[in-house]
């Protein structure tokens, strides 16, 4: 016999404790009169959603009715409490999703690492001592320690994909605008996806259904014979382990085993070309519109390293961002022309394997290459406008890198249909 919903709750609380510092806070009273209600309806034959009575953990960059979201920063602390839901946590409420508590995450979503010095870094989970990734750090722990079955995060340069490649989960950036961003606090608004994050495909397709509020079927019987996938490499294996490398290698064998069709793809001109279209990146000029007046009055409550990055946006003028908006669009199309007969692409997700806490807290250097590092392959894909997954990929030595599978616009059920196929090669199976 099944266990009750509320028996599966009342075991991850008492995992939990105070949920520090995966968590930022956990909504215990209102998740266990989640959990009654739905053993309610299952008692009675009911079934709301796929996610029915599944255990949710949202990120706390995400409005939740009457409290107030701090975005990982001890500069919010003091803010008004959220009037209401975001769309995407009410319409986990209407699925009858169990809320367990807010994620901790990088402070504002801004860097790969996972680092917090408000709320603490949790560790990986494959290696408490090294980084969880970020900046959906506490999302991709919550799921590979089994406190929440989904995580909801966000993406603006792979802030769902990073974490769950460093902790061997699935994570997703579906297309741009695919979840509602309102109620989310932002990043950078034209680069920021909200995403899931899950063990596996088939759970970051039942929770982008009800994030997204449409399906996202996995149908079976996808003919690997009628596949072609591209495989890059060039910029995006430059200066990896060689644990990442020969770890990709050997999945894109794999994948090639299953029939499908693989070729090389090279874009590192056209992201050299992405690169200079604004004299500032792009996510730095949206951040510093965004924090502008947040940075006037609070600029010593911001992590250091994350004040700094946000102050690379603010000489961009107007006009030069306007016009990188524009190339922007240009190169978008010009790299759907390329991928034109193409399924999709692979890639590693980071070319890295995860570094330690300890490394990134004492070393500013070291701090910024693993950043650069880890961002840049997932980056690709929000600043093309990609709809983009990582599957575990595992290193060796208990290690967790990802295989990144992206694809054009709007393509998402697809992406998941043939991320679904590739699960086992990526995963060594």
């Not at 109620?183 to 982008?208: E, H, M, N, Q, T």
Request: one cysteine or more; glycine letters at 10%; proline letters at 6%.
């Amino acid at each position: 016999m099944s266990r009750s919903v509320r028996d599966k709750l009342e075991t991850t609380l008492a995992r939990l404790g105070d949920g520090a510092p995966v968590f930022t806070r956990l909504l215990a009273d209102s998740a266990r009169a989640e959990a009654d209600a739905a053993d309610r309806r299952r008692e009675a034959g009911l079934q709301l959603s796929p996610i029915d009575g599944t255990i949710v953990s949202v990120k706390d960059l995400l409005d939740v009715k009457g409290m107030t979201t701090w975005a990982g920063s001890s500069a919010l602390k003091g803010a008004a409490p959220a009037a209401q839901d975001a769309p995407s946590v009410a319409r986990l409420r209407r699925a009858g999703a169990v809320i367990v508590g807010k994620t901790n995450m990088t402070e504002f979503a801004f860097s790969g690492i996972g680092l917090n010095a408000s709320f603490g870094t949790p560790g990986s989970a494959p290696d408490k001592a090294r980084i969880p990734g970020g900046s959906s750090s506490g999302a991709a722990v919550s799921v590979a320690e089994g406190t929440s079955e989904l995580a909801v995060g966000t993406d603006t340069g792979g802030s769902c994909r990073i974490p769950a490649a460093f902790n061997g989960i699935a994570g997703m950036k579906p297309t741009h605008g695919t979840v509602p961003a309102d109620g989310c606090f932002p990043l950078a608004p034209s680069l920021d996806s909200i995403g899931p994050l899950a063990k596996d495909v088939a759970g970051c397709a039942r929770l982008l259904s009800a994030l997204a509020d449409k399906p996202f079927d996995l149908e079976g019987g996808l003919s690997a014979r009628r596949v072609r996938l591209g495989v890059a490499r060039g910029g995006f294996l430059a200066e990896a382990d060689a644990s990442v490398a020969k770890a990709y290698e050997a999945a894109v064998e794999r994948v090639a085993r299953l029939g499908i069709a693989v070729e090389p793809v090279d874009f590192d001109a056209l992201y050299k070309e992405m690169f200079a279209i604004c004299p500032s990146p792009l996510v730095t000029v949206e951040a510093a519109a965004v924090h502008r007046d947040l940075m006037a009055s609070k600029a010593e409550s911001y992590d250091r390293r994350v004040a700094a990055r946000i102050a690379i946006g603010v000489p961009c003028k107007a006009v030069d961002y306007i016009i990188a908006m524009e190339r922007r669009r240009a190169l978008i199309a010009r790299l759907a022309a390329m991928l034109d007969g193409l399924d999709g692409f692979l890639a590693p997700t980071v070319p890295i394997e995860a570094p330690t806490i300890a490394a990134m807290e004492a070393d500013d250097e070291a701090f910024h290459t693993a950043n650069r590092l880890v961002l840049r392959n997932p980056a690709f894909c929000n600043l093309f406008d990609l709809c983009s997954i990582s599957l575990p990929m595992p290193l060796g030595d208990g290690l967790s890198g990802g295989l990144m599978l992206s694809a054009v616009a709007g393509r998402d059920a697809q992406l998941l249909n043939l991320a679904k196929l590739i699960e086992p090669a990526a995963a060594g199976l």
